[in-house]
């Protein structure tokens, strides 16, 4: 009887030790939304988004060079990574069966966890060493390298999802194999390969530590693909080094931007598919 | 009176003395998947010390039944139960009463043997045991040893206690899940159609076993092989549409039944 | 060769680039670090980019890293998995639905958030709700030492915490609930309670999966940048040895975001840093494969499955 009242306490004790761990992950989130929010907001006005930053150490001007400079990440590194993200996704899920698929697959896997100032580097070295300048291209190529696993995965999962059926009844037809796969494989499985690149989108424009060395960072706007360039994560990073008031609050307003965009891309990609499947990335 | 139930006390041998000669009483018991009601008013009195089989087709209700014998069936989200099961008298459905005590008193085993695999042979069949607060490796030992012995095993294993459960045969394995379940010294076993995922061999042996645990046991044993059920069971109870059709000795059921049904899904007319 | 023939081959050559780009990358990280390396470069603890003088030993950061995520990992993993438990074996579906979605928008916010965060808010609350206790009480204890500042070694090292607990609890959670029901109901049947039945049945059978999860955690923390670097306060040489929780330090990932820009390319400055990407390369990938096979093991997908 003892015994088992022990038991049961336990029991209850495990539950509500289980409930505090879920709520001292929400806190953070909770705190850097409030504070983000509370602190950002006011950095807002139109020079924030029309100006590119005043001199260093005084206050005004903006981020719109950064907020540019991000656009144009995600526009070069989407040219790169969707087209070789969602082709060698369609590999796998149609012809990865094999030694070399089961490789590539691995690859992708530890790449989806890799340090990305490693994979800076790596840009660093093989691009930017030999034209010899800083370059938008070598930051889109490093995020390229981080966008294509996650698009990978998601457009294998969601190829994989699509009924055998529908790919036999397409070839009874006498439709080739490869038609069957583009217009009737992918098309079924629209919404999640679009999911895939929104996630993929979002996890890039939030990338800091590769364009460090590649892109490098700067005070103009965009100008031209041998030149440094800016983005939102770099100018958080370097207004929050700075010793003033106004940097600091820039800064918050920078990342209250950067986590919009971030955020609402992850929403929105999760209601896309809620329910159909989930995404890990 | 529902002390008895709350209680944990060692009752070793307490089945025994029981006079009762119904261990089991089922009443208006009704049971649902959501909206989908899989056992209608089921009325049944099981008895002590006799080994009580449950058959019917596919898909009748005779798992759900025996899982309402131990609370196992409301694990399921979306399960409901109406209606009462006396153990010993007491309505295991009343609100004081724990269905973790319920458990340890109804053991069961299950259609695929499931020992834990990361387990050892011995710390398998302790677990339940541990769960219950015994710790002295003296006794252990003594109870781990009794309950293989009683599942006919111990000779086969008796030099590999520290391998994990996993290494056994299938049959080694579903006699090791009976190990365990003993173990606790329930006092009903519930036997979930024990034998399906095992060859004849292996299935012939625990037959065997069943038939020498009534001594000691009242046992329920849910069965879609008709032979099985004649070969062990001294009552059968059969279960269509999840209605209790008939339910008789066996022997009755099997040369005589009074239903039609009964009688067309013996002649394996349908099911 | 047939044109489906011709569409499966450019697809699996477009997929074998990410193959030959992990292979490349460790190609040039080794060309490039290859004046530097030697036994000295990783056991050396003094930093002296100075043309002239120059030392590069990187001892000191290569513990920063393995102390801030073993913090990491002994605050998150445990909270991690107790997140998993509640999701997997006790929380209603329309719960478990609205705060997998919580823990997935975490695991949402760019590293570089969470800097500023850990650098304006967190850092306060490091300082004065855990390291001004410890040290008043504690200080005896080596690892307590030093003036309570909160840029140092265990803000990073919780921070980074925070950070691994959205991967390692949602692979913990899909590992917990890959565990066959059948586990479950052999734990019910002993007449074991919810707790024990996660124990006997579902966690000893998940173990190694769970194993898998903190190291996936492990590798995230270990190659994390931008947060640790705006708050672990960016020691250089011997005085960056993790020797108090309460000192600042430097991470390997944190010394080549705060240098690589400021390294004169005539001298072996960035040589040092590439290598220390190199070192942080080969820590990376080591952990995620180990990582992958315990993990795929437990979820038993055949495909990709690393045999």
Known sequence: MQ???????????????????????????????????????????????????GPIGESGGGIANSIQGTLILIGLTSLIGIPIGIMSGIYLAEHGNNQFGRIVRLTNNVLMQFPSIVIGIFAYLVIVLPIGS??????????????????????????KLVPNTLREASMALGIRRWRTTVSIVLVSAKSGVITGIMLSIARVAGETAPLIMTILGSQWFFSGLTEPMDALTLRIWRLSLLPYEYAHTMGWGAALVLIILVLSLNVSARILTRSRYRVKV | MDNELISLGSKAGSQQKYGRTYKIEIENLSAWFGTKQVLKDINMKIRANAITAIIGPSGCGKSTLI?????????????????????????????????????????????????????????NVAAGLKLNGIRDRKVLDKLVRRSLEQAWLWDEVKDDLDKPGSSLSGGQQQRLCIARALAVEPEVLLLDEPTSALDPIAASKIEQLIVSLKRDYTIVIVTHNMQQAARVADYTAFLYLGKLIEYDETSRIFSNPKEELTENYIAGRFG | ??????????????????????????????????????????????????????????????????????????????????????????????????????IELLAAVPSVIYGLWGLFIFRFWVRDFIEVPLSKHLAFIPIFQGEPFGLDILTAGLILAIMIIPTVSSVSREVLMAVPDSQREAAYSLGATKWEVI????????????????????????????????????????????????????????????????ADPTSLHPNALIGVGLILFVLALTINLLAQLLIWRILKIKEGAVE
């Open chain 1, 3 to 53: 015994k088992y009242l022990i038991r049961k306490i336990k029991d209850k004790i495990v539950y509500a030790v289980c409930l505090i761990c879920v709520i001292i992950a929400i806190i953070p989130l909770g705190s850097i939304l409030f504070e983000v929010i509370k602190n950002g907001l006011p950095a807002l006005n139109s020079d924030f988004f029309t100006k590119g930053p």
């Open chain 1, 134 to 159: 800083f370059s938008p291209l070598a930051g889109a190529i490093a995020l390229a390298i981080i966008m294509v696993p996650i698009i990978t995965r998601t457009t294998e999962e969601s190829l």
């Open chain 2, 67 to 123: 899982r309402c014998l131990n609370r196992m069936h409301e694990l399921v989200p979306s399960a409901k139960v109406s209606g009462k099961v006396f153990l010993d008298g007491i309505d295991i459905y009343s609100k004081n009463v724990d269905p973790v005590v319920v458990r340890r008193k109804v053991g069961m085993v299950f259609q695929k043997p499931n020992p834990f695999p990361t387990m050892s042979i011995y710390d």
């Open chain 3, 1 to 102: 060769m047939s044109p489906d023939d011709v569409f499966k081959y450019i697809l699996g050559f477009i997929s074998g680039i990410v193959v030959l780009t992990l292979f490349l990358m460790v190609l040039e990280l080794f060309r490039y670090s290859l004046p530097v390396l030697s036994l000295k470069f990783i056991f050396g603890i003094n930093w002296n980019p100075v043309v002239g003088s120059e030392e590069y030993g990187i001892l000191p950061y290569i513990l920063g890293t393995l102390v801030t995520s073993a913090i990491a990992i002994f605050v998150g993993v445990p909270i991690s998995l107790g997140i998993a438990i509640y999701l997997s074996e006790m929380a209603p579906n329309f719960i478990r639905t609205i705060l997998s979605f919580v």
């Open chain 3, 199 to 262: 124990r006997l049945g579902v966690l000893s059978y998940a173990k190694s999966g769970i194993v898998g999860a903190a190291i996936l955690g492990l590798g995230r923390a270990i190659g994390e940048t931008m947060a640790v670097t705006m708050v672990i306060g960016n020691a250089i040489g011997p005085a960056a040895l993790p020797t108090s929780l309460f000192k600042a330090g430097q991470t390997m990932a944190s010394l080549i975001a705060n240098e690589f820009n400021e």
